[in-house]
């Protein structure tokens, strides 16, 4: 990166307050008011060297402390039910001191990329190993339900307390270039980001040989461009090769692009990539 983690980690975190939502609401769990949080009045460095995941869940930790609606209570708790079997994780568990409420928050970002077929979208993320649908079932399924299938498993102090399940999830959808509609899937916020995504060897037709593209690093990922003006950015050729999906910033439309390797999505994956 060529700027400062002082820059990148302030744009994460107001773009965990003001981004808008990947998902509406779930019968499992609503989504969380994320307008309601509170950015810290002092600079918080986060460690931009490591998983996207983990980062987003430091810097929601820094921005719950700094919230004076929320008290934190415990971040990551796990359930077993015996040693070295772990059933899940419960991201945090969050007090709302306005109503009182206990708020079990399941948190995640992601990036999908629209990928129409004759019978319909499939939505794979930039590691085609990952996909939306199957991301959905989880939080359905398992995720947002941890508290109701196994209260007795959680620490002895909030057994006896109700406690609701909501879900933070913020992030992308990329439409193909060529795309004879935009993607539709059940659940997707309709007012969440968009961009759009094309091939490598589709880069020199679409933007030009003369464009100006920029590669947004992986922290940056989850924060929309006007979050991010102002950054400078390093530059990518159209030429350059590549062997995983790339996010860019380009002059020619203000919206953010993944360019993907030619064979995506099949036999594409990387395990850097969320």
Same mark, same amino acid.
């Given at each position: 990166?060529?700027?400062?983690?002082?820059?990148?980690?302030?744009?994460?975190?107001?773009?965990?307050?003001?981004?808008?939502?990947?998902?509406?609401?779930?019968?499992?769990?609503?989504?969380?008011?994320?307008?309601?949080?509170?950015?810290?009045? %002092?600079?918080?460095? @986060?460690?931009?060297?490591?998983?996207? $995941?983990? =980062?987003?869940?430091?810097? &929601? /930790? *820094?921005?719950?402390?700094?919230?004076?609606r929320?008290?934190?209570?415990?971040?990551?708790?796990?359930?077993?039910?015996?040693?070295?079997?772990?059933?899940? %994780?419960?991201?945090? @568990?969050?007090?709302?001191?306005?109503? $009182?409420? =206990?708020?079990?928050?399941? &948190? /995640? *970002?992601?990036?999908?990329?629209?990928?129409?077929?004759?019978?319909?979208?499939?939505?794979?993320?930039?590691?085609?190993?990952?996909n939306?649908?199957?991301?959905?079932?989880?939080?359905?399924?398992?995720?947002?339900?941890?508290?109701?299938?196994?209260?007795?498993? &959680?620490?002895?102090?909030?057994?006896?307390?109700?406690?609701?399940?909501?879900?933070?999830?913020?992030?992308?959808?990329?439409?193909?270039?060529?795309?004879?509609?935009?993607?539709?899937?059940?659940?997707?916020?309709?007012?969440?980001?968009?961009?759009k995504?094309?091939h490598?060897?589709?880069?020199?037709?679409?933007?030009?040989?003369?464009?100006?593209?920029?590669?947004?690093?992986?922290?940056?990922?989850?924060?929309?461009?006007?979050?991010?003006?102002?950054?400078?950015?390093?530059?990518?050729?159209?030429?350059?090769?590549?062997?995983r999906?790339?996010?860019?910033?380009?002059?020619?439309?203000?919206?953010?692009?993944?360019?993907?390797?030619?064979?995506?999505?099949?036999?594409?994956?990387?395990?850097?990539?969320?």
């Amino acid at each position: 990166m060529i700027h400062s983690s002082d820059i990148v980690s302030k744009a994460l975190l107001q773009s965990l307050i003001e981004g808008p939502l990947l998902l509406d609401d779930l019968p499992e769990g609503a989504a969380f008011p994320s307008d309601s949080l509170v950015a810290p009045k %002092e600079a918080t460095p @986060l460690n931009l060297e490591q998983k996207l $995941g983990y =980062l987003y869940e430091d810097a &929601l /930790a *820094v921005i719950l402390e700094s919230t004076p609606r929320y008290d934190p209570l415990e971040r990551g708790i796990q359930i077993r039910r015996e040693a070295g079997h772990t059933l899940g %994780e419960l991201d945090f @568990l969050v007090r709302d001191l306005t109503s $009182g409420r =206990l708020i079990h928050l399941e &948190l /995640a *970002v992601k990036f999908y990329l629209a990928v129409e077929t004759e019978s319909g979208f499939l939505l794979p993320g930039p590691d085609a190993r990952d996909n939306y649908f199957r991301k959905l079932d989880k939080l359905r399924s398992h995720q947002l339900i941890l508290v109701d299938k196994f209260r007795d498993l &959680l620490p002895e102090k909030f057994r006896d307390e109700e406690i609701v399940a909501q879900q933070l999830v913020q992030g992308c959808i990329f439409n193909h270039v060529n795309a004879s509609r935009p993607v539709e899937a059940k659940f997707l916020n309709p007012k969440g980001r968009r961009g759009k995504w094309l091939h490598a060897e589709e880069c020199a037709d679409y933007f030009g040989e003369n464009a100006l593209l920029e590669i947004v690093p992986k922290p940056l990922w989850p924060v929309p461009l006007e979050i991010m003006e102002g950054v400078q950015l390093e530059k990518w050729k159209v030429d350059d090769g590549m062997d995983r999906c790339v996010m860019v910033r380009s002059d020619v439309e203000n919206l953010p692009y993944f360019i993907a390797p030619n064979g995506y999505p099949l036999n594409t994956h990387d395990s850097r990539a969320q």
